[in-house]
């Protein structure tokens, strides 16, 4: 049974990052009688000590978790009644094995690490060592919206590469096409890999079909300095 107890102050929907070394997980799952979270940090065993509290009205469900390694990347899911197996809803980064393993390191470097060694299932990651990317656009204000040339770009066919580093490097010939803003198609993770988008499965997660996230926050960083 799990422990009823209030939501910390200050706790969303997700993983919530307290320090380089603890985070609060949070799920909102009514209708729910218990969670387990497993993971690397359970050495992938289902523990009693990581049964997630439940609120008083039952509706969420919350575990601190300490002594984290900031140097690693923690994968996990959830075991939610005993029998469905889910990652977090609203984790930025998903492990998709399944369909990882079709992108390529030059597309996605140290894909295969993430999950080697990992069933066909979904797994959310918890990564306390993250560094914030460092935005150079900080003085970026968008076109009035009677001046806007908008170019709608699905990045898996505009590109061979599929991926956000190429694409930054392709904006010459947009802006000298007179585009001044660019409209993404979807780009959250979505179902398989080459899709449109429109069948999103994690809002929080880009897919990685496209690269690293932190290649889609340079693109973004440099069409905005444009």
């Known amino acids: 049974e799990p422990v009823v107890a209030p939501l910390p102050e200050g706790t969303v ?11 609060v997980l949070s799920v909102y ?35 601190r978790i300490d002594g984290l390694d900031p140097s690693r990347l923690y994968r996990f899911y959830y075991l939610v009644d005993g029998e469905l197996i889910v990652p977090d809803p609203n984790t930025e980064l998903l492990i998709d094995p399944r369909n990882d393993r079709w992108i390529s390191e030059e597309t996605y470097p140290g894909i295969g690490a993430l999950y080697e060694g990992l069933p066909d299932w979904q ?19 968008p076109p009035e919206q009677q001046d806007l040339i908008i170019y709608e770009l699905l990045l898996r066919d505009f590109l061979e590469a599929h991926d956000w580093k190429t694409l930054s490097d392709t904006l010459d010939y947009l802006e000298n096409l007179g ?15 080459e899709s449109w988008g ?24 440099a069409c905005h300095q444009r």
């Open 179 to 193: 585009i001044n803003a660019i409209e993404l198609m979807p780009v959250n993770e979505f179902s398989g890999n």
């Open 123 to 141: 797994f959310s990651v918890i990564e306390t060592g993250r560094s914030p990317y460092t935005w150079k656009s900080n003085e970026y204000s």
């Open 29 to 63: 799952a009514p209708g729910k009688e218990h969670i387990l979270a497993i993971g690397d940090f359970t050495g992938w065993l289902p523990e009693a000590s990581h049964i997630l509290n439940q609120t008083p009205d039952g509706n969420q469900f919350w575990i």
């Open 13 to 23: 929907d997700g993983i919530n990052y307290l320090s380089d070394t603890s985070v």
């Open 198 to 221: 429109y069948n999103p499965l994690y809002w929080m997660a880009p897919d990685k079909y496209y690269g690293p996230r932190e290649d889609l926050k340079a693109f973004i960083d």
